[in-house]
Nanobody, 121 residues
Framework: VQLQASGGGLVQAGGSLRLSCVVS????????IGWFRQTPEKEHEFVAT????????IYADSVKGRFTISRDDAKNTVYLEMNSLKPEDTALYYC???????????????WGLGTQVTVSS
């Protein structure tokens, strides 16, 4: 299973970005997909996850109400809509795939290279 994240960039505080994660090489509908982010201070910080049924997405408290995760099984893609971005959201964002939608990075079986998000103040 391969995962490719895209959609990052430089944005001003208060702005928006939409990240995409395209999954290939497996049965997409069987997997929960998670988003994590990494900074020099924090490794594998949980952001959001969505189960294979797309029911009850889970969000980190720091992004709840600002970020929305969704999936399009027809396109083998999961999206992370990020609104009201803050400088502390600056990080390398990457997606993961596994059998369970969990906050724990070590539960996921696959992950891909990330996409950089930089939020200027």
């Amino acid at each position: 299973v391969q995962l490719q994240a895209s959609g990052g960039g430089l944005v001003q505080a208060g702005g928006s970005l939409r990240l995409s994660c395209v999954v290939s090489g497996g049965t997409f509908s069987n997997y929960a997909i998670g988003w994590f982010r990494q900074t020099p201070e924090k490794e594998h910080e949980f952001v959001a996850t969505i189960s294979w049924t797309a029911s009850a997405p889970i969000y980190a408290d720091s992004v709840k109400g600002r970020f929305t995760i969704s999936r399009d099984d027809a396109k083998n893609t999961v999206y992370l809509e990020m609104n009201s971005l803050k400088p502390e959201d600056t990080a390398l964002y990457y997606c993961t795939a596994g059998r369970a939608a969990t906050r724990r990075f070590d539960i996921y079986n696959f992950w891909g290279l990330g996409t950089q998000v930089t939020v200027s103040s």
